[in-house]
């Protein structure tokens, strides 16, 4: 008979076991669980706030180029220069060469109607045929930018890279490299954008673009 209970009580005991080890391995498996939905809610967050901010990016990105249309426009009238330190008040440049100087405006104006296409074709063969002209670094901008309303943003890094290290104290130079960190960030080169903006500022921090890059930095 004690021996039947002393069976009875080791039976218990090791049933007792076998619930609890089950109802830690059941907590563990939970607890696990939560911290995979945790993971992935902490992922889906973070995929959000870079897709908000490459959204807001390509809006800044949208109202620059609407801006440096404006500045072409305003330029072609006499007006002064907008948003650059040493272009303040100064009259545009223009070539001696008349025909140098319609190939320029005709180029242009096909990038103020928004033909970037007809623009882009027109500005390489400006820049091609006058290669030495006082329009050159002009045409190299917005030859970049047309680039990059084109979204051939390898294209608009490399032309405008070339303007600003080529003419580093050209009233255009800041807004080419403003350009050249917005194709970087499209083809999602953050570090190298990241780059770009942080020489504007040290190296053009009293320009309308310095301020630009400044906010946009606060995004990457």
Do not use: C, W
Not at 196 to 201: D, E, G, H, R, S
């Amino acid at each position: 008979m004690r021996l039947t209970r002393i069976s009875l009580a080791v039976a218990a005991t090791a049933s007792l076991m076998a619930m609890t080890s089950v109802t830690y391995a059941f907590s563990d498996s939970e607890a696990r669980q939560a911290i995979l939905e945790l993971r992935q809610e902490l992922r889906t967050l973070t995929e959000t706030s870079q897709r908000a901010s490459l959204q807001l990016a390509n809006r800044i990105d949208m109202l620059e180029q609407e801006i440096t249309r404006l500045r072409a426009q305003i330029e072609e009238l006499g007006g002064p220069r907008v948003g650059s330190s040493s272009g303040a008040g100064q009259q545009p440049e223009q070539a001696q060469d008349s025909k140098e100087q319609a190939a320029f405006d005709g180029a242009m104006d096909l990038y103020r109607k928004g033909e970037f296409k007809g623009a882009a074709e027109s500005l390489s063969a400006f820049i091609t045929l006058y290669p030495e002209s006082v329009l050159t670094p002009t045409a190299q901008f917005y030859l970049g930018s047309t680039n990059y309303a084109n979204k051939n943003y390898k294209g608009a890094i490399s032309v405008l890279n070339t303007m600003a290290g080529k003419f580093p104290d050209h009233p255009r130079a800041p807004d080419a490299l403003l350009v050249v960190a917005g194709s970087q960030f499209e083809l999602n080169q953050r570090s190298a954008a990241k780059a770009t903006l942080q020489k504007i500022v040290k190296d053009y921090p009293d320009t309308a673009a310095a301020q630009s890059a400044q906010e946009r930095l606060k995004l990457l």
